[in-house]
């Protein structure tokens, strides 16, 4: 089954403990992306990656890393959670980048909270 | 900049109404992709449509149907006889092909309640 999956799916951490969110895609999919989704604010960009080693910041980057050393995996790495990171966390993949009309498959989210 | 909006937060209908979602769009692209998502209450994120800015046909795909038009920069998303399970929030979204990698713009949403 085509699938994009995210773990853990709910976390509760204190600020300053170094957490990763990991996200695989099995759709052999070139592009990737991480999304915050908080309330009235709709889903916004953090990080997304074109392709392998090839990422780049999103609307929202401060305070989150990512990597990608292969294709299907995108993990978010956040270094130093503070409460401000509490929120919704969304991964997703395309085959082609949204400039170029690509559909977006999401995971189903990862529920952040950071005390 | 490209900007999403969905003046409507909330929305509620009773089963069976007719009810539909507005998304007015800004974009200085003549190539973009319109789209709208489903967020049902289990939280995850459902592709309902994709449009391209060349392609201004309306779409009717069962009870859904979405009217888009460049002149006033809208894409209106109408549910027909609506039922419980359309209760969700519903997001509309743009990307531009200028942004080739970076914005998958979304609208923040309109909650729609489908009431019994």
């Known amino acids: 089954e085509a699938q994009v999956t995210q773990n853990p799916r709910y976390l509760i951490t204190v600020t300053g403990k170094k957490l990763t969110v990991t996200c695989s895609q099995n759709?052999?999919?070139?592009?990737m992306s991480w999304y915050r989704q908080d309330p009235g604010l709709g889903l916004r960009q953090i990080y997304y990656?074109?392709?392998?080693?090839?990422?780049d910041k999103g609307d929202v980057p401060e305070g989150y890393k990512v990597s990608r050393k292969e294709k299907r995996n995108f993990p978010l790495i956040l270094e130093s959670p503070s409460p401000n990171q509490t929120s919704l966390y969304f991964c997703?993949?395309?085959?082609?980048?949204?400039?170029?009309?690509?559909?977006?498959?999401f995971g189903e989210g990862s529920r952040l909270t950071v005390l | 900049a490209q900007k999403v909006t969905q003046a409507q937060t909330e929305i509620s209908v009773v089963e069976k109404e007719d009810v539909t979602l507005d998304c007015v769009y800004e974009?200085?692209?003549?190539?973009?992709?319109l789209f709208w998502y489903k967020q049902p209450p289990s939280g995850e994120l459902v592709f309902l449509i994709r449009r391209n800015s060349f392609d201004e046909q309306n779409e009717i795909s069962g009870r859904y149907s979405w009217n888009f038009q460049k002149s006033t920069s809208s894409f209106n998303f109408t549910i027909t006889a609506s039922q419980v399970v359309d209760s969700a929030v519903y997001f509309c979204?743009?990307?531009?092909?200028?942004?080739?990698?970076?914005?998958?713009?979304f609208g923040p949403g309109t909650r729609l309640s489908v009431l019994p």
């Open positions: 974009t200085r692209d003549t190539t973009y992709y």
């Open positions: 990656s074109m392709n392998v080693e090839v990422t």
């Open positions: 979204a743009l990307s531009e092909a200028s942004n080739y990698g970076q914005n998958f713009v």
């Open positions: 759709m052999n999919h070139e592009y």
């Open positions: 997703a993949s395309s085959l082609l980048p949204p400039g170029a009309g690509g559909k977006l498959f």
